[in-house]
């Protein structure tokens, strides 16, 4: 499991984190910011009850205008501040108070929490016209979503405002609430992904996930949400559990290099008809890896003419003399900043398995970790799967290396497989007589 709900979300020095939707909203909100280095500032753009004061060190009621002084001077532990108290509730922060908590934060390197919408209490929600509140300048949202609500039925009982929830769901009132249902209302742009700023990370914390049933499930939505969100995480905030964290995973494929000991390009020798270079860009494909960089180099049209036709990104590597770690260099480069991780594959391995592939995913969402490899016969195999923390120290490897040159700077978390084909790679002509005779066994 994942230790802290800070290593699930990502959290990065003086993140504005903006949390919405129901369901552990605000357990999600007030334990983040204890596993946080204090001080940390927790605020509101929206009611919240006078009982969440108690879960700080301290509170401030910001007035009409801003700014804080009093946040100015000995600043410890968790800071709530909200409006003006208004019988059982505080008013939400004043937009300048707001702005002005912005700035002091940024300016302080202090993380700013920001509780977006209210849900009554109730695991699952539909959104109000103007709901929910979410600053421009939010680096991340976090929509909460409660499991408690599957296979509950949709009514007040257990939604806040059912009549909305209904319209985004497609469900009648009184329906159960399914996982697919959910799924849809979490990807509505009136709902799930209502008000998100330009280029925020947006996550997913599918919370209530008690029972290993309920975990099945969350696990089973997670790929259907990525096509929305950039990761799922799946916990029982509760028991102080973290159970998996599901991100777009890319793949990125080795393909540059001049084959000079085997004597002809190896990315186009024949695997069940197709060039090495398909095969392992189909099997990437079929995998979910998404997405799929192939980088060229040396014989780069051929290489590319055998892949022209699939979903994939081509980056040609200028510099493939220099070895294999200039184009591990473009690969990295190739991906987006939001991707949770990526598979390296080699193109001299077309024997590699949508099956390994997977299971190398759903390892590293199981601990975010630094490095997941294969481990065959007590040795380590490609492919190698490594975690964007790992990326800035790829970008410095030189020569003719691949990862391990980095093995020593993370921990790095084996799999145990049991297909020793992955230790085969062909260097020659012999090894790739070997590859062919052990596949038709």
């Not at 700080?56 to 003006?84: R, Y």
Request: glycine fraction near 8%; charged fraction near 20%; include cysteine.
């Amino acid at each position: 499991m994942i230790p802290t709900l800070a290593k699930a979300l990502r959290v990065e020095p003086a993140a504005f984190i903006a949390f919405a939707g129901a369901g552990g909203k605000t357990t999600a909100l007030f334990q983040l910011a204890r596993e946080l280095p204090p001080p940390v500032i927790v605020t509101a753009t929206t009611h919240l009850g006078t009982w969440q004061v108690g879960l700080a060190d301290g509170h401030v009621t910001a007035g009409s205008s801003a700014p804080l002084e009093e946040l100015e001077h000995g600043l410890s532990g968790v800071i709530l501040v909200t409006g003006e108290t208004d019988g059982d509730r505080t008013k939400p922060v004043p937009r300048e108070a707001l702005d002005w908590l912005h700035q002091f934060c940024g300016y302080h390197s202090i993380p700013l929490l920001m509780e977006a919408d209210g849900s009554r209490q109730k695991p699952l929600k539909g959104w109000a016209e103007y709901e929910p509140p979410i600053p421009d300048f939010a680096t991340s949202v976090v929509q909460v979503a409660g499991l408690g609500g599957i296979g509950k039925p949709l009514n007040e009982e257990h939604v806040h405002r059912p009549e909305i929830f209904s319209s985004l769901s497609g469900l009648k009132i009184g329906e159960t609430i399914s996982p697919e249902a959910l799924t849809r209302v979490l990807l509505h742009g009136s709902g799930g992904l209502k008000n998100f700023p330009k280029d925020v990370r947006k996550v997913v914390l599918l919370n209530q996930a008690d029972t290993a049933v309920l975990q099945s499930i969350a696990h089973g939505m997670s790929q259907a949400l990525l096509s929305g969100f950039d990761a799922v995480a799946v916990s029982s905030l509760e028991r102080r559990e973290i159970f998996a964290v599901h991100e777009k995973v890319a793949g990125i494929i080795l393909g540059a290099g001049e084959s000079s000991r085997f004597g002809q390009p190896k990315q186009l020798l024949d695997w069940k008809g197709q060039p090495f270079i398909r095969a392992v860009a189909k099997t990437a494909l079929e995998a979910g890896l998404s997405p799929i960089v192939v980088v060229t180099g040396a014989n780069a049209e051929q290489v590319e003419t055998a892949i022209h036709d699939l979903p994939v990104k081509i980056v040609r590597n200028e510099e493939w003399r220099e070895g294999q770690a200039s184009s591990i260099r473009a690969g990295v480069r190739a991906v987006d900043k939001r991707i949770g991780a990526s598979v390296f594959l080699l193109s001299d391995q077309p024997q590699v398995t949508t099956s390994i592939l997977r299971a190398l995913v759903e390892k590293h969402a199981e601990g975010l970790y630094p490095i997941v490899a294969p481990l065959v016969m007590d040795q380590r195999a490609n492919p190698v799967l490594f975690d964007r923390a790992a990326f800035r120290d790829l970008l410095t490897i030189e020569g003719d290396v691949g990862g391990r040159a980095i093995f020593h700077k993370a921990r790095v978390e084996y799999l145990p497989w049991h297909d020793d084909r992955l230790l085969l790679d062909v260097d020659t002509p012999e090894m790739y007589q070997r590859l062919i005779a052990d596949d038709s066994l």
